[in-house]
């Protein structure tokens, strides 16, 4: 199950704190809304890690601080294991530090626990949608601060050359051969080559299963 709410599909939520009354208020306001089909709820990174590797979780909502470790590392992990499931960012912590941490790990958003809670909610649709989402008090600095730091792809993507990145993504997009040969200046024989390579590394068959594996792991655009 993947996160498509833009196609109409519900999806479960995850909530993981360790503060009962932060689940239970969260879980009152995402249970009646139409794209929830479900909320589980996790207290630990143990938890959370666990419940995501087994159940059909579309978006997850992750505090920083939880009493067995890290957030962060859990957002890694579950990302790594899990592609297409969602992570938000729903802690205290506003250290630009930590948020870059978060969104290099894989979160697709990250926002303040003292946000009203209707901006919560729609946080978590729209990073359950595929969007990204920082909150009104974190710094579009961040996102600068990301572009100028080498960004860590998840295997098997990690594999590739940037430029066979940059053709993967245009792929992802919908582009044929012809309009990524035009838009990097490169012969369409030199894009079928490079394609063929990337999916080699892949361990896919064809365009569509390429695409399909990149769009999962938000490599698009």
């Known amino acids: 199950m993947t996160a498509e ?11 993981v704190d360790d503060h009962p009354v932060v689940r239970r208020g969260l879980r009152t306001m995402l249970e009646g809304e139409p794209w929830v089909d479900g909320v589980l709820e996790a207290a630990t990174c143990a938890e959370a890690v666990g419940i995501a590797s087994t159940e059909p979780v579309g978006v997850v909502a992750m505090d920083v601080a939880l009493p067995d470790g890290d957030g962060v590392e859990a957002t890694r992990r579950i990302v790594q294991g899990r592609p297409e499931t969602r992570v938000l960012m729903v802690t205290m912590t506003d250290d630009e530090d930590v948020v870059g941490r978060a969104l290099r790990a894989g979160a697709r958003g ?9 901006v919560i909610v ?6 359950a949608g595929g969007g990204l989402v920082l909150g009104p008090r974190v ?5 600068t601060s990301l572009r100028r730091q080498p960004v860590e792809l998840p295997p098997p993507f990690d594999r590739l050359t940037p430029r066979e990145r940059d053709i993967l993504r245009r792929l992802a997009g919908g582009d044929t051969n012809a309009r990524i040969a035009r838009h990097f200046g490169l012969s369409e024989k030199t894009v079928r080559n ?8 892949l361990g896919v068959a064809d365009r569509v299963q390429a695409a399909l594996l990149a769009r999962d792991a938000g490599l698009t655009g």
């Open 194 to 201: 490079q394609l063929s390579a990337v999916f080699a590394k």
């Open 139 to 143: 710094g579009p600095q961040v996102l």
């Open 5 to 15: 709410v833009a196609r109409g599909g519900a999806v479960r939520v995850l909530i």
């Open 122 to 127: 729609d946080a978590l649709r729209t990073v």
């Open 110 to 118: 990250y926002v303040l626990k003292d946000t009203d809670p209707d």
